[in-house]
T-cell receptor, first 114, second 115 residues
Framework: AQSVTQPDIHITVSEGASLELRCNYS??????LFWYVQSPGQGLQLLLK??????LVQGIKGFEAEFKRSQSSFNLRKPSVHWSDAAEYFCAVGTGGATNKLIFGTGTLLAVQP | DAGVIQSPRHEVTEMGQEVTLRCKPISGHNSLFWYRQTMMRGLELLIYFNNNVPIDDSGMPEDRFSAKMPNASFSTLKIQPSEPRDSAVYFCASTLGLAGRETQYFGPGTRLLVL
């Protein structure tokens, strides 16, 4: 069965430090992969997605993610975190075929220290 | 574009009452999704529609939950009767094209509290 694992429930980083959020997936075929961000009291917003091609994907707000098939991973990175990046981040895998839906991970809550 | 619109934004009700949540997708989008978010279970897909037809309702927790999409611009999620364990944030999302590969646009959610 398809699944997404985000091993870090909560991460705290200092403002200006680099960030990497981990995501591992389980899916038999080549997946579609997404990162969404949820600010407090808001709905989810797409940061970036991988559908095919270049495995390094650029997104909004200075985020990027790299698809590594050999590791079944799609980690999210940002070189310098801003206080406004404090939010919850969700990795998701899109399944095709008959199921054709998104499966979300449990999320990683990011806190940013001044 | 107004984005996905949900109403009400907050709902407090008593156990046993009927609750109706409403969603207006982005104009032109042909797929609509209902999600439930709780601390314990995270973000769960309840049901999704494509061209107003329910495609996958395997996430609907039980018969107390029902969803309809009478036209391309409106959907409802109904809980009857409601129970305290239904307390959660309910999100509606819409997309154009294939659900598994296209960007889903989320509404702001309805925060439901059942007393």
């Amino acid at each position: 069965a398809q699944s997404v694992t985000q091993p870090d429930i909560h991460i705290t980083v200092s403002e200006g430090a680099s960030l990497e959020l981990r995501c591992n997936y389980s899916y038999g075929a080549t997946p579609y992969l997404f990162w969404y961000v949820q600010s407090p009291g808001q709905g989810l917003q797409l940061l970036l997605k991988y559908l095919s091609g270049d495995t390094l994907v650029q997104g909004i707000k200075g985020f990027e993610a790299e698809f590594k098939r050999s590791q079944s991973s799609f980690n999210l990175r940002k070189p310098s975190v801003h206080w406004s990046d404090a939010a919850e981040y969700f990795c998701a895998v899109g399944t095709g075929g008959a199921t054709n839906k998104l499966i979300f991970g449990t999320g990683t809550l990011l806190a940013v220290q001044p | 574009d107004a984005g996905v619109i949900q109403s009400p934004r907050h709902e407090v009700t008593e156990m046993g009452q009927e609750v109706t949540l409403r969603c207006k997708p982005i104009s032109g989008h042909n797929s609509l999704f209902w999600y439930r978010q709780t601390m314990m279970r995270g973000l769960e897909l309840l049901i999704y529609f494509n061209n107003n037809v329910p495609i996958d309702d395997s996430g609907m927790p039980e018969d107390r939950f029902s969803a309809k999409m009478p036209n391309a611009s409106f959907s409802t999620l109904k809980i009857q009767p409601s129970e305290p364990r239904d307390s959660a944030v309910y999100f509606c999302a819409s997309t154009l094209g294939l659900a598994g590969r296209e960007t889903q646009y989320f509404g702001p959610g309805t925060r439901l509290l059942v007393l």
